[in-house]
């Protein structure tokens, strides 16, 4: 249950972290379209959290790149996570909710995990301290800013690969 309360705490922690960015106040979001990022897509696999990541990002479609994440421990679904990344305006939003393993939701009905872009660079997508970077085709990272259990921040690094 530790990686879940780490998952849980997502949101509330900013500024920490050296591939991570976080949005301010004040900040507007670059210019962007989805096609920047449409080497996100396909299915990827890694290690962390004492199991198997799982993640699934379609192509672009409709205004969304949409992803479904699994974490499996001892053979087991610990938790999901659905969402996208969406074309609104001229930027760039990810948006993401968390289920249990029976698919049980944590977050309220109408209310999502939200991460603005902050900005594009290369080879990497930088939302709210939560940095998608590519390594090259069959690679990429997740940097992502969380909670530990005693409150401090840390930047968590996912690598996939296809």
Known sequence: MKYILLFLLITSVHGFGQNTIPFTEGHTSPKAHLSDLSWIAGHWKGVAFGGIIEEIWSPPLGDSMMFVFKLVV????????????????????????????????????DKTVDFKLVKLE??????????????????????????QEDGSPEEVKFNYKK
């Open 74 to 109: 001892d053979n087991k679904v610990a938790f999901y996570e659905i969402g996208h990344i969406r074309q609104e305006g001229e930027s760039l939003i990810l948006r993401l909710k968390h289920f249990n393993g029976d698919l049980s939701g944590w977050e309220e009905k």
């Open 122 to 147: 290369g080879n990497r997508a930088y939302f709210d301290d939560f940095t998608i970077e590519r390594i090259n085709d069959s690679e990429i990272n997740m940097y992502v800013v969380i909670d």
